[in-house]
């Protein structure tokens, strides 16, 4: 019985064994913990230190807004006959420069040469004719007044004389309409500019009215904006601008504010007037920089300053005094932001004091240390 128990016995004693060091090992590890905790505890109640600012209440502020328009020619036309013809010489072609009374194109004059030519045959029989009734109206006056012919036959050969002038000035005033159609054929520069669009080459056949040429004036160039109503009085005519044409400003004069309003968009165009031509095009974009005034009372905070609320406004951290250096969380309205700088309105004071950024690691009633205490206290 002996030698059978022996075992049994020394296995419990063993289990105790491992127990009770188990145990101790258990009450050793949380004693460190609470040590550790005890260490810890007073470094986390000291003041967290803060940047701040001054709020600044304001009855109104400004807000930059940009004006979209386009770069266009002061004098842009397509040029195109008068009459119907085959054009047979094209003396410019697109990119060429060209003055004033420039001849652009010229149509076939033939059929016109022959009309002439029979106007001027017409004219020489209407100038017999005129002679004819002249000779018969001189004679028959001479007639008349010997009394060898009657007064009738005087109104008769007038009435021819008169009937031969009328002809005569009918063939010449075709002659000269003939004239003006001949030099219609030849089509002329309007003004300085620069050839942008050909529509047709030698040996077309084009009717009147269809455009041949495009061209530019090479006058200084001029953007037209549509400025909202609100804004148009910040741009009185003669005024010197800034004209953000790609990644360039072009100086410029609003020349133009014009007196109608678009209907559709409430808006009223401007034309500014550019100083120079240069690297700018017709059709290009141009952007006009404004401000806009609102007249909200608030005040500008940093961006960082904010922190989420509820139901879509934001905390701002103040401190409660300058001897108790506690937080209060104020809710506000962010009116406008450009993303460095909100506008905001609520319950904010002139000269309340806000943290400035580290928002997100504050709570109410946090006790926080300003950066002048803060150096002070690690001397």
């Known amino acids: 019985m002996t030698a059978v128990n022996t075992p049994t016995k020394s296995g419990k004693f063993t289990l105790i064994i491992s127990i009770a060091v188990f145990t101790a090992a258990l009450v050793i590890l949380l004693m460190t913990a609470g040590f550790g905790n005890a260490t810890q505890t007073p470094e986390a109640r000291l003041p967290v230190a803060v940047s701040t600012g001054t709020v600044a209440i304001q009855s109104g502020f400004e807000t930059p807004i940009n004006v979209f328009g386009l770069v266009e020619s002061p004098k842009a036309t397509s040029v195109s006959f008068d009459v119907a013809g085959q054009v047979t010489r094209v003396l410019v072609e697109e990119g060429d420069v060209v003055s004033k009374g420039d001849i652009l194109a010229q149509q076939d004059i033939q059929r016109l040469n022959a009309r002439k030519r029979e106007l001027q045959a017409a004219i020489e029989r209407a100038n017999a004719d005129l002679a004819l009734a002249k000779v018969n109206s001189d004679r028959t006056t001479s007639l008349v007044e010997r009394k060898l012919e009657s007064a009738q036959r005087l109104d008769e050969a007038k009435a021819s004389l008169n009937v031969a002038k009328a002809q005569v000035s009918e063939m010449q005033a075709a002659l000269e309409s003939l004239k003006v159609e001949l030099e ?10 620069v050839v942008n669009r050909r529509f047709f080459d030698e040996g077309s056949v084009v009717s009147a009215g269809s455009p041949v040429f495009g061209i530019t004036s090479i006058d200084n160039y001029q953007a037209r904006f549509a400025v909202p109503a ?50 700018v095009r017709p059709g290009d974009m141009a952007i006009l920089s404004a401000f806009r005034s609102h007249f909200e009372t608030g005040a500008w905070l940093p961006v960082n300053a904010l922190s989420n609320g509820l139901r879509g406004l934001w905390r701002v951290f103040v401190l409660s005094s300058e001897s108790n250096a506690s937080l209060e969380a104020r809710v506000v309205e962010v009116v406008y932001t450009d993303g460095n700088k909100a506008f905001v309105r609520g319950a904010l004071k002139n000269g309340d004091i806000y943290v400035s950024e580290g928002t997100h690691k504050l709570a109410p009633g946090q006790m926080v240390a300003l950066p002048s205490q803060h150096q002070a206290g690690a001397y």
Do not use: C, H, Y
């Open 184 to 193: 219609k054929t030849t089509l002329i520069s309007p003004f300085d500019g």
């Open 230 to 279: 609100d804004v148009v009085e910040q741009f009185d005519v003669n005024e010197p601008v800034l004209v953000r044409v790609g990644d360039m400003d072009v100086a410029g004069t609003v020349s133009q504010r014009l007196p109608i309003r678009n209907v559709q968009t409430r808006t009223v165009d401007i034309l500014v007037t550019l100083n120079s031509n240069e690297r």
